[in-house]
Nanobody
């Protein structure tokens, strides 16, 4: 059974940094794409960053481009999201997601319908 477990969330002041981790376990074959999503109270879940594993291409939402970096350490089966220059509007529950079979590629990877495997989420709170 595939499991995704996020960690690294917390509370920091605006301008600070956090690094989220997502440990992926229980899959017999390679991942096709992985991503980070977030959901703020009263808002829809939105894609933040994603990787198309085969080519290593990365994709970012405009709101985080230049501040967030997604990376994957295949040997450790771990996905990371380095978040710098954090803003109060980054406050949300952050989720990692993965897909084992097929991914459309491109900026479609920032759409949640690309993924069938999800973690439980980790809370990020940024104070002004």
């Amino acid at each position: 059974q595939v499991q995704l477990v996020e960690s690294g969330g917390g509370s920091v002041q605006a301008g600070g940094s956090l690094r989220l981790s997502c440990a992926v376990s229980g899959f017999p074959y390679g991942l096709k794409c992985v991503g980070w999503f977030r959901q703020a109270p009263g808002k829809q879940r939105e894609g933040v960053a994603a990787i198309y594993v085969g080519g290593g291409n990365t994709y970012y939402a405009d709101s985080v481009n230049g501040r967030f970096t997604i990376s994957q350490v295949i040997a450790k089966n771990t996905l990371y999201l380095q978040m710098n220059s954090l803003k109060p509007e980054d406050t949300a529950m952050y989720y990692c997601a993965a897909e084992l079979t097929y991914c459309s590629g491109g900026y479609h990877l920032l759409q949640e319908n690309q993924y069938r495997l999800w973690g439980q989420g980790t809370q990020v709170t940024i104070s002004s």
